[in-house]
Every structure is written in structure tokens, then in C-alpha cells.
């Protein structure tokens, strides 16, 4: 396993536990930051450290609980509480030095053997060019190699075991928008306030040592002609879209060093002979949705049965890793679409904001836009017609004055609204409103609720 993080350790951990030989191997040495990390973990991840066994260790630390999600744009105000994954409704944001910790601790204890600052440059390969091992320096400069049924690459966006095997790039697009962060003491937030406007978004979240990360994110292009750097630029866009809660910026103070970033948008073919990807290494989007850590948590589950079975003789590995592969982009290609449309920064047309302004006061709404964000609730889900149907015909939908909105709560809201011809008519006016997203979902298969949610009224 080429890297110890939140995607190579659980991978690791969950492997030892069925049994199974594991070497992990990290340049990096631990307790250790990753600091290009936003570090919120959403519920769906939540509820995997619950069932490994690791949350109560989690909420040991004193990280705060996160129990809602918000977003102001334009007349959009919402906060919201997170819907649940299975019965966990809470997100949290430790700080990499935690969280990694934990995970890396809960691999060894559970029978794999870690060996940090340990660098892999190689890989050993087969005349066939199957994988077969590694080669690598320790920080002292010993040359390591060590030999294995299976190298996984858990080694980040940068990943090098992917560069090796030449793991072919799909679905991608280039950086969209570029950052600066940094922790702020003095400043009380209690869940995720974010804002967007004027092709700005601008986030914040508490985290460990009753500090809270705060982050604004412009568009790439609009990043590099930025007139100064963070010191110049931060507060004075906190100023334009979200100067109340800039007001109380002023009055923190920022307790670490300015960082910035920005990455790129891919998925990754995950898996060849005698290798697999997983984690960042395999599948990377924009970090303006924080979802990096719950996906990796996602893959490292999905990649640790598919070893199992491989291993285990209950399946061809290379049949295993392929459903792999394919339960990952089936998992993380809608909220990859919805991460990339977010990021553009488009202004939304009027008929949209409204939409959203009306869902915020639908409670089961209100929830699903939250839960996009968390990633328990689907965009096929909260796109859907039905969903549209009932937001439309509420007591919200009463409220609408865009002669769009009023022409599909027409169209849906009768005893024809359930035909498929008038369905299926209104799902494509709903797509064509929501951008790259909606060109998307309009061929996207339909997916099941993400979670269990509460039944619409």
C-alpha cells in the first residue's frame, strides 16, 4: 500500500482484519499534517469510521460536531440539517494530523505493518508487465524493495504508482477555481456557513483546537490576475460577498500560515495487472465541495472487498477489481458532475435561484440541498421530477412568479402531471436550467436515495 492517508490506511486496516499481509509505506512519518486539505468529512464517512469502530476515538479529540450545512446566494439563505447516512447525521473536521492518525493507528492494530518515510520510486514488474513489487528509498537513502500480490497506489493526486503504470485519465477537466485558507482563533462558527457570489465562494467550518478553517475560492483564470496576495484580497472579498460575517473576520485572529491550491478534475483507471488506484490517486474533483476524504473512505471500502475476493480465491482479481472500478464511478460520478458545475462559478439564471430560494423553506428540500453538499442525497434524487413535482406543487410553489416555474408547476401539478409523456417533458425542462449538471442527468442512469430520508408530505 503506497501511501498511509485516508484512503491507503483504511484500505489497509480493513484488509489486515480479513486476515490478510499488508505493507503500507508513507514518505511522510506520523502524527503529520497534509495541509492542502479542507478536511470535512461528511456524514456517508461519519458513518463508515462508526462502523470500523474509530468515531468514538474521533470524537475524543474535541473536534466540534457539524450538524448543518448552509449556502448564501443571492436570495438564497439556507441552513440546514445534514440527512442522514444510515443513522449517522453529523459531519465533523479534524484536522489530517488527527484523522490520519487514527487511521493509521487502527491499520497497525489491526496486523499491517506501516514503515514511514519510506519514498517508492519504482515499481517491479513481470516481463508481461505485471506488477509485482516495489522499489524505494528510506529518508536515510536505504533502497527498499518488497514484493507483493497486489501494489496499490494510494499516494494522491500526484500519485506516482499511477504515473508507473500509465493509469489512463477520463472525464477530466482542468483546475476551475484556486484558494487561499487558513485557521482563524476568536471566531465562533458553529456548522458550514458558505457564500457565493460575483464568481466567488467563500467557506468556513471548526475544526480541532477551537480554531475554524476559513477559505475563498475565485475561478482559476480570475485567480491569476488577482492584484495582490492573500494579505491584499482575502477580506476584501469576504467584504463583497459576505460582509457581515467579514466583520466578524476582523475581529480573529488567523493563527497559522496562508495556503493555497488548487486541483485538477479526473478519474483515473483504477486497476491493471497485479495494481489498483484508490483514493485521490484514482479519482480527484474540486475541493469546493470537501468531498476528497468521504470518497476515499467510499473507495478504500469498495477496494478492500474486491482484495478480499481476489485474495481470498472467491473471484478473478482482475474481475474484482473491475466491479471495483465500476461501483466507484457509479458511486462518485454524480456528485463529480455536481462538484465540477458547482465550480464554475456561474451566475444561476433567475428562474434557478428562485427554484433553490423556494427550496430552502421546504424542510425535506432544504435538507436535500444540504445533503448534495454532504453527499447524501443524490442530484438524480433531488433533481428528479417527483422531487420538483412536490416542491412545485407545495405551499412554496404557490409562491413562484418566473413564467418558467409556473409553466412546470402547470405541467406537473394536474391528473396529466403523472403521464409519462408530461413527466418526462418536465424532467427535460428541469435539466435544461441546471447547466453542465443537467446535460448530465439527462443521460445519466436514475439512481436510488443515497439514504433513507423522510418521506415528502
Request: glycine fraction near 8%.
Amino acid at each position: 500500500m503506497v501511501g498511509a492517508r485516508c484512503a491507503g490506511s483504511p484500505t489497509a486496516m480493513l484488509l489486515a482484519r480479513r486476515g490478510h499481509r499488508v505493507l503500507l509505506l508513507d514518505r511522510a512519518t506520523f502524527p503529520s499534517d497534509s495541509p492542502l486539505s479542507t478536511h470535512l468529512v461528511h456524514p456517508p464517512a461519519i458513518m463508515r469510521l462508526k462502523r470500523w469502530g474509530l468515531l468514538d476515538e474521533l470524537r475524543a479529540t474535541g473536534c466540534p460536531p457539524i450538524h448543518e450545512y448552509g449556502l448564501e446566494c443571492g436570495p438564497v439563505d439556507l441552513m440546514a440539517p445534514l440527512p442522514p447516512a444510515d443513522d449517522v447525521d453529523v459531519a465533523y473536521a479534524p484536522r489530517r494530523r488527527v484523522l490520519d492518525d487514527i487511521l493509521v493507528r487502527a491499520a497497525v492494530a489491526a496486523g499491517a505493518e506501516l514503515r514511514e518515510g519510506v519514498s517508492v520510486q519504482e515499481l517491479l514488474t513481470e516481463p508481461d508487465g505485471t506488477v509485482v513489487g516495489v522499489r524505494g528509498r528510506t529518508k536515510e537513502g536505504t533502497v527498499v524493495e518488497e514484493r507483493a500480490t497486489v501494489v496499490v497506489g494510494a499516494d494522491g493526486t500526484r500519485s506516482r504508482v499511477a504515473q508507473l503504470v500509465g493509469a489512463t485519465e477520463y472525464h477530466a477537466r482542468p483546475p476551475l477555481l484556486t484558494s487561499y485558507w487558513s485557521y482563524f482563533a476568536g471566531l465562533a462558527v458553529k456548522d458550514v456557513p458558505t457564500f457565493r457570489a460575483n464568481h466567488k465562494y467563500a467557506f468556513a467550518w471548526p475544526t480541532n483546537d477551537n480554531l475554524v478553517l476559513v477559505g475563498m475560492a475565485w475561478r482559476a483564470a480570475d485567480f491569476k490576475r488577482l492584484p495582490g496576495g492573500a494579505d491584499e484580497v482575502f477580506l476584501p472579498a469576504f467584504d463583497e460577498i459576505a460582509p457581515a460575517f467579514a466583520a466578524r473576520l476582523r475581529d480573529a485572529e488567523r493563527a497559522e500560515r496562508w495556503m493555497s491550491g488548487s486541483v485538477p478534475n479526473f478519474f483515473r483507471t483504477a486497476h491493471g495487472p497485479g495494481w489498483a488506484l484508490v483514493g485521490d490517486a484514482g479519482y480527484s474533483r474540486d475541493p469546493c465541495t470537501a468531498s476528497g476524504i468521504t470518497e476515499a473512505t467510499r473507495a478504500a471500502d469498495f477496494l478492500a472487498e474486491a482484495l478480499h475476493d481476489g485474495l481470498s480465491g472467491a473471484r478473478p482479481m482482475a474481475e474484482a477489481l473491475a466491479d471495483y472500478q465500476r461501483r466507484r464511478d457509479a458511486a462518485s460520478r454524480p456528485f463529480y458532475e455536481y462538484t465540477c458545475d458547482f465550480a464554475t462559478l456561474d451566475d444561476y439564471p433567475a428562474d434557478v435561484l428562485q427554484l433553490l430560494d423556494a427550496a430552502t423553506r421546504s424542510e425535506w428540500h432544504a435538507a436535500g440541498l444540504s445533503g448534495l453538499f454532504a453527499q447524501t442525497t443524490s442530484p438524480q434524487e433531488f433533481f428528479s421530477i417527483d422531487s420538483m413535482a412536490r416542491l412545485l406543487t407545495g405551499p412554496q410553489g404557490a409562491e413562484l412568479t418566473h413564467w418558467r416555474l409556473r409553466a412546470l408547476r402547470a405541467l406537473v401539478g394536474g391528473p396529466a402531471g403523472r403521464t409519462r409523456l408530461a413527466r418526462g417533458l418536465g424532467q427535460r425542462l428541469v435539466n435544461g436550467r441546471l447547466g453542465p449538471l443537467g446535460s448530465y442527468l439527462t443521460t445519466a442512469p436514475p439512481a436510488p436515495p443515497v439514504v433513507t430520508a423522510p418521506t415528502p408530505s
